[in-house]
């Protein structure tokens, strides 16, 4: 019964291609995060939606759409990857709209791979 | 632009002894600080926060200071355990912006 779960785990995929993590929380939360950790470590948010609505879109490229059928599940689809997209990707949740005292859950995280 | 960093890529410290991890930030909007603990292949968990109104937070092992004019927090794990092991994140937040901000971690390392 784990709290917040993305699959696949691993993606080993060549530049170009389409690919899709998708990611379901349990925890009746409000909102859903996607989070990316790149080569440096920092992990840097990329989406929030509340409630199926977008909140948060930081600067990311237009290859990548959140997808949010309802509240407990947000996708991450990318589409012609590249090299630089090679990083791992979090999905999180928290239970109302990431006011500044609210903890984040994340799932384990889906390690991209782009040859 | 890293608004919070954490210059120590690694640390190793000898189990009983005491473990400080160390955070800084630039941003002064930032009112709110936690910290995060990751395992391998795991996503990270909640460890312990501080609010920008406090200088000091303690759970247990655990204890988070905050020292907002030098803009820098730590964590101090004590005494430090083998289960310690992992790494930690630091991450910061703003009234009204609706995330956190990360650091680039550190990872723990407690020797037996």
């Known amino acids: 019964d784990t709290a917040v779960s993305q699959t696949p785990k691993y993606l080993v995929t060549q530049m170009g291609n389409d690919k899709s993590i998708k990611c379901e929380q349990n925890?009746?939360?409000?909102?859903m995060y996607w989070y990316k950790q790149d080569s440096k470590k920092f992990l840097k948010i990329m989406f929030s939606y509340n409630n199926k609505e977008l909140i948060i879109n930081e600067t990311v490229p237009n290859r990548f759409s959140p997808k949010s059928p309802d509240k407990a599940h947000l996708n991450l689809h990318i589409n012609s990857l590249e090299l630089g997209d090679s990083a791992v990707y979090f999905c999180?949740?928290?239970?109302?709209?990431?006011?500044?005292?609210?903890?984040?859950?994340f799932g384990s995280g889906t390690q991209l791979s782009v040859l | 632009d890293q608004q919070v960093k954490q210059n120590s890529p690694s640390l190793s410290v000898q189990e009983g002894r005491i473990s400080i991890l160390n955070c800084d930030y630039t941003?002064?909007?930032?009112?709110?600080f936690l910290w995060y603990k990751k395992y391998p292949a795991e996503g990270p968990t909640f460890l312990i926060s501080i609010s920008s109104i406090k200088d000091k937070n303690e759970d247990g092992r655990f204890t988070v200071f905050l020292n907002k004019s030098a803009k820098h927090l730590s964590l101090h794990i004590v005494p430090s355990q083998p289960g310690d092991s992992a790494v930690y994140f630091c991450a910061a937040s703003a009234q009204g912006a609706q995330k956190l901000v990360f650091g680039q971690g550190t990872r723990l390392t407690i020797n037996p």
């Open positions: 999180a949740s928290s239970l109302t709209r990431g006011h500044s005292n609210e903890k984040l859950f």
């Open positions: 941003n002064s909007m930032f009112d709110y």
């Open positions: 925890l009746g939360h409000d909102t």
